[in-house]
């Protein structure tokens, strides 16, 4: 297409957040034509879409058939991650023992998800041990009906997967369910990691698949017949179909794009990009104009992943944390986060007068009780996802709906608390209260949804009782500016746990010091310290003007909130390029013998030159159908190759070679 063209072509850019979906038209000629904004609907996420996108349609009178690009970034896949949500799956390890469990945090991730061990896998070289599939066979039946998904991951599957795709096709044969494996996930030893990975990414493909495909059944009814990409972790594009099989790759999507977005609209080269939504407060640095990929996989939710992605730092920090108290202490301290609530303002805004009324009769009680001000409802997702519950958690959802309860009303014990938190882990349920969204509608720093039902939080949060068994406040506004304050001091923190973690020292601990939190707080005594930060903070997120400039005046360093903060990821989607690489390994299983380990190609050689030859070529072949499948017809291709050898008695002695395929460009365009 020529480039006067592409430079008139109308992209569109969709971010799916946990609490809002953004939408945002775009061109080269004309930077942002038209933005929007609408709620996600998580039982329904066509419905945000649409939203969104027909009031930007309508308000820049473009014509669908106009859109020759639609991008999409996503917080979906993090937010699960961080919050312990997703998908029942099944693990299969193949030639693993039961105490690799214990590494990489692989039990602790896994949970009560089921796991089946069978002998199989290969050595370093790729060379097989006996594989056994008796006890697979046996179990899938039963597995077939308690799981939404499997990962399979075998004994060094990255020097030769063949174990892993007999597994695959097994299962797929005998159940029809999704099937992820390790190898296609990395390429990087490690495997506890590698099984750590592929159990969170088999996970998300239901929550990916359903994103994409409501997207894909919008764009079809609109008559927007454009491609449909989405942001990687990295910050690169892939085509929707890529994203499917590799959901995992999609977390830090969101924060990955509001990079993008953040470089694209200030122009800085040099910053710290703090994103806040409703769900996470995310933070990186750009240095140089680009954010630094993080080199030992992206950490989520306390997991140390293998996936490449930008090094940020996510925590369960945002607009609708969970507002609890510190009871340990006489006078409690407000806390926040990590877990995600719908927040009262919202819920009443969405489902009309009787969470008012609810909370009304709540707070004309003579007594406060422990579940006022708590609400729970079904999050709407398919009836599968429910496979594998209790039998108390079975019957406790079945009482729950579509529409709000009370908690003082619907629980019969306090004991069914945690039953609820169970659901509200696996994706089900969703649980309501009093978020720092709603502190602010106390405050009248915002008015978007019901600030009637925000106040009754705050009156019901201010009757909690501190150690001495007095209110925690005398009235609403004090709670709420609490609250508020408790969120820009937290912001503040997390800030400076990123520069010092950036700078190679303990952020948390650093962070935590007296002298530190001294200097937040503006608490001199005869010793002190200022803060010195050497590069301005940009305050990414539709909340971002709510919060950020005190967060710059608590740092003392100058906070830039950009005209289209509220859109930067859905901006950042439509600016960036496709890019993706693969790699082979070639090994010397034996003197004179040349393995050339490439995806699933194996093949030897005797001839070192000829097998590193092979290896450039096939990777060349592998990158370039992947980028076409990635989305780009365009795609640069470059191959970096490490070569190790030792001279032993002056001779040269092979011992292995990296080589590494990397393709890059622009997306596909519609004609």
């Not at 979906?21 to 066509?46: M, P």
Request: proline share 4%.
């Amino acid at each position: 297409m020529a480039e006067s063209t592409t430079e008139d072509a109308i992209f569109l850019g969709i971010d799916t957040g946990g609490t809002y979906t953004d939408a945002v038209l775009w061109s080269e000629q004309s930077g942002v034509i038209a933005k929007a904004k609408a709620l996600t609907t998580r039982h329904d996420l066509s419905v945000g879409i649409s939203g969104a996108v027909e009031r930007i349609i309508a308000a820049a009178s473009v014509q669908a058939g106009d859109i020759r690009l639609v991008s999409m970034s996503t917080t979906l896949a993090t937010n699960a991650l961080v919050e312990g949500q997703g998908g029942r799956i099944a693990l299969i390890m193949v030639g693993f023992s039961k105490a690799d469990l214990e590494k990489a945090d692989l039990g602790t991730a896994l949970g009560t998800d089921p796991v089946v061990f069978i002998p199989g896998g290969h050595d370093v070289y790729g060379r097989a041990q006996t594989l056994d599939t008796t006890a697979l066979i046996e179990a899938l039946p039963r597995l077939k009906h308690e799981v939404t998904g499997f990962a399979v991951c075998a004994y060094f599957a990255v020097r030769n997967p063949e174990h892993e795709i007999a597994v695959r096709d097994l299962i797929r044969r005998e159940t029809g369910h999704p099937v992820t494996c390790s190898h296609e996930l990395s390429a990087k030893l490690n495997g506890p990691r590698r099984a750590l990975t592929t159990v969170l990414n088999a996970r998300l493909i239901a929550m990916i698949d359903r994103l994409v495909a409501a997207t894909e059944g919008f764009l079809d009814r609109s008559g927007i017949h454009a491609p449909l990409m989405v942001v990687r972790g990295d910050g690169a594009l892939v085509s929707a179909a890529f994203a499917r099989h590799r959901p995992i790759e999609t977390i830090l999507s969101g924060p990955a794009a509001s990079l993008v977005g953040a470089r694209h609209m200030t122009g800085l080269d040099n910053a710290i990009v703090s994103d806040i939504g409703g769900t996470t407060t995310d933070v990186a640095v750009l240095d140089q104009g680009r954010p630094r990929l993080d080199p030992n996989g992206a950490t989520v939710g306390g997991f140390r992943t293998m996936v490449e992605a930008v090094a940020m730092r996510t925590f369960g920090l945002g607009g609708d944390s969970e507002v609890s108290l510190d009871d340990n202490a006489m006078a409690p301290s407000i806390k926040l986060g990590p877990r995600r609530l719908v927040p009262l303002s919202l819920l009443a805004a969405n489902h009309g007068v009787v969470v008012v009324e609810h909370l009304a009769r709540q707070v004309k009680a003579a007594n406060a009780g422990r579940l006022d001000g708590r609400f729970v409802l079904r999050t709407g997702v398919p009836a599968q996802m429910a496979s594998g519950l209790s039998k108390s958690e079975a019957e406790l959802y079945e009482r729950i709906t579509g529409d709000p309860q009370p908690l003082d009303r619907l629980l019969t014990s306090i004991s069914q608390a945690a039953t609820v938190n169970r659901l509200v882990a696996r994706g089900l349920v969703h649980v309501s209260g009093f978020t720092p969204s709603d502190a602010c509608h106390v405050l009248g720093l915002q008015s978007n949804w019901n600030a009637e039902a925000a106040r009754y939080g705050a009156i019901l949060y201010a009757r909690r009782k501190d150690g001495a068994g007095r209110p925690l406040c005398d009235t609403p506004e004090e709670v709420a500016h609490r609250t508020y304050d408790a969120l820009i001091r937290r912001s503040a923190e997390v800030v400076l746990e990123t520069v010092f973690a950036e700078d190679d020292l303990d952020g948390p601990e650093t962070v935590a010091s007296p002298l530190i939190q001294r200097a937040l707080s503006a608490n001199g005594g005869i010793a002190g310290v200022r803060l010195a930060i050497d590069r301005p903070v940009i305050g990414l997120g539709a909340s971002a003007p709510v919060y950020y400039p005190a967060v710059g005046s608590m740092l003392a360093i100058d906070c830039i909130v950009p005209v289209d903060t509220d859109v930067a990821n859905a901006l950042g989607a439509v600016v960036g390029q496709v890019r993706v690489s693969v790699e082979a390994h070639v090994s010397q299983p034996a003197e004179g013998l040349f393995r050339v380990l490439a995806g699933e190609v194996v093949k030897d050689f005797q001839v070192e030159d000829e097998a590193i030859a092979f290896a450039a070529a096939t990777l060349r072949q592998q990158v370039g159908a992947l980028a076409l499948e990635a989305g780009t017809d365009e795609a640069q291709i470059g191959i970096a190759q490490e070569i190790s050898a030792a001279t032993v008695e002056d001779q040269r002695k092979f011992i292995e070679a990296v080589l590494i395929a990397t393709a890059s460009g622009r997306p596909r365009i519609a004609h």
